[in-house]
């Protein structure tokens, strides 16, 4: 069997486990997590003060839409997207509401997204899918022009660049998600990337059940006994074990993971280049460690060909369900069709850093002897 994604963890990173629990022996929130941010700050290009870790990638995009929204408010986000980006808006008391994708890269309309801005509007949330970023000036513009924050969800595109520039480095809030199967992996983890102070504050407090001030005192092996707590927190807090397993991943993705991910994309795409009833995503290579392999299967060919790699022991995905088409996020009758449309075409195949060469040939001709 193929699989369509995998952790890549090993004896270094369970070294690096072994040395918390038996040697520090402290599994919070401590040093492991403090050098951790400073690490990614380091490969960003940003300051340390700039990161702040979580549990989990949905972790930090609640805490960044808690930080600038107030219960009520509306979160404009592509309809297409992981149910976390849903998930972490409505976890902090906005309302998302969902919008069209482009169906050549299946990033955000903006155009669409215009249509539904409302009084309550106040921020949105661009999902780079597929790792690609899409047109961040124009939604950095759009954002300018309406007065709204910008909360990258960039669960895809750790490493990633736009226009020669890393994503992290610049921008409003944007969210990495390090999962067990991401470009680069902590267990579980996330991060919050802003030069906001006021958000980066905000976060901190409350990824730590409030309390304020409670990363500097623990970052130098301390506590806070006397406190005050302003606003709603949470333990979303990353301990000393995940960032262990992250800071080793860290070091992992720019020799070993970046240049797999990219070499396996850009052998699908030749092989799949041409191929009649599919069609390949926009995806620029030269700036995208891509974290997914998404295809559209065209003729409503997608269940069949499915079904068909499933047989050849080739696991493939679809990313993702649209959320308007959820329970929990159906309640309004929202014109979505385009998305509608893509999620019956969506085809993942397998992508990560242990498919060889050899697979990916073997996959595009089980893809072609089908057509
Ligand atoms: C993985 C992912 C998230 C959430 O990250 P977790 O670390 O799994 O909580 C959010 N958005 C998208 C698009 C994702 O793929």
Same mark, same amino acid.
Not at 126 to 130: Q, S
């Given at each position: 069997?193929i699989?369509?994604?995998?952790?890549?963890v090993?004896?270094i990173?369970?070294?690096? *486990?072994?040395?918390?629990? &038996?040697?520090?022996?402290?599994?919070?929130m401590?040093?492991?997590?403090?050098?951790?941010e400073?690490?990614i700050?380091?490969?960003?290009?940003?300051p340390a003060?700039?990161i &702040?870790c *979580?549990n989990?990638?949905?972790?930090a995009?609640?805490?960044?839409?808690?930080?600038v929204?107030?219960?009520?408010?509306?979160?404009?986000?592509?309809?297409?997207?992981?149910?976390?980006?849903?998930?972490?808006?409505?976890g902090?008391g906005?309302?998302?509401?969902?919008?069209? *994708?482009?169906?050549?890269?299946i990033?955000?309309?903006i155009?669409d997204a215009?249509?539904?801005?409302?009084?309550?509007?106040k921020?949105v949330m661009?999902?780079?899918?597929?790792s690609n !970023?899409?047109?961040?000036?124009a939604?950095?513009?759009?954002?300018?022009?309406?007065?709204?924050?910008?909360i990258?969800?960039?669960?895809?595109a750790?490493g990633c660049?736009?226009?020669g520039?890393n994503?992290?480095?610049?921008?409003?809030?944007i &969210?990495?998600?390090?999962?067990?199967i991401k470009n680069?992996?902590?267990?579980?983890?996330?991060?919050?990337v802003?030069?906001?102070?006021? %958000?980066?504050?905000?976060a901190k407090?409350?990824r730590?059940l409030?309390?304020?001030k409670?990363?500097e005192?623990?970052?130098?092996g301390?506590?806070?006994w006397?406190?005050d707590?302003?606003?709603?927190?949470?333990?979303f807090h990353?301990?000393n074990?995940?960032?262990?397993v992250?800071? %080793?991943?860290l070091?992992?993705?720019?020799?070993?993971?970046?240049?797999?991910?990219?070499?396996?994309?850009?052998?699908?795409r030749?092989?799949?280049d041409g191929?009649k009833g599919?069609?390949?995503?926009?995806?620029?290579?030269?700036?995208?460690v891509?974290?997914?392999?998404p %295809?559209?299967?065209?003729?409503?060919?997608?269940?069949g060909?499915?079904?068909?790699?499933?047989k050849?022991?080739?696991?493939?995905?679809?990313h993702?369900? !649209?959320n308007?088409?959820?329970?929990l996020?159906?309640?309004r009758?929202?014109?979505?069709?385009?998305?509608e449309?893509?999620?019956s075409e969506?085809?993942?195949?397998p992508?990560?850093?242990?498919?060889t060469?050899?697979?990916?040939?073997?996959i595009c001709?089980s893809?072609?002897s089908?057509?």
């Open positions: 069997m699989r369509l994604s995998k952790s890549i090993g004896q990173e369970a070294e690096a *486990v072994a040395k918390v629990i &038996c040697e520090d022996g402290y599994l919070g401590g040093s492991e997590v403090k050098l951790f400073e690490e700050a380091t490969f960003i290009g940003v003060e700039n &702040c *979580v989990s990638g949905t972790a995009l609640h805490l960044a839409v808690q930080a929204t107030e219960p009520g408010d509306e979160v404009l986000v592509q309809s297409l997207t992981f149910v976390a980006s849903f998930q972490a808006i409505s902090a906005a309302v998302p509401i969902p919008c069209e *994708v482009l169906p050549e890269s990033t955000l309309d155009e215009r249509k539904r801005l409302t009084e309550k509007t921020a661009p999902v780079h899918y597929g !970023p899409g047109n961040l000036d939604i950095y513009e759009f954002a300018e022009k309406e007065n709204l924050r910008v990258e969800d960039a669960a895809h750790f660049k736009y226009k520039r994503i992290g480095s610049f921008g409003d809030i &969210c990495f998600s390090f999962d067990g680069i992996t902590s267990g579980e983890g996330g991060a919050i802003t030069s906001d102070r006021n %958000v980066m504050a905000l407090d409350a730590l409030g309390v304020e409670d990363t005192m623990r970052f130098n301390k506590r806070s006397e406190f707590v302003k606003h709603q927190g949470y333990r990353m301990s074990i995940f960032a262990a992250g800071r %080793v991943q070091g992992r993705f720019i020799s070993e993971f970046a240049p797999k991910r990219v070499a396996i994309a850009e052998k699908y030749e092989l799949l191929v599919l069609k390949l995503l926009e995806s620029d290579l030269r700036f995208v891509p974290h997914i392999m %295809v559209r299967i065209l003729d409503g060919n997608r269940d060909l499915k079904d068909y790699l499933e050849k022991g080739i696991q493939t995905g679809i993702y369900k !649209p308007h088409m959820l329970s996020y159906g309640d009758a929202y014109d979505l069709g385009t998305s449309k893509l999620y969506l085809l993942s195949l992508l990560h850093p242990e498919v060469e050899e697979h990916v040939v073997n001709e893809i072609k089908y057509f």
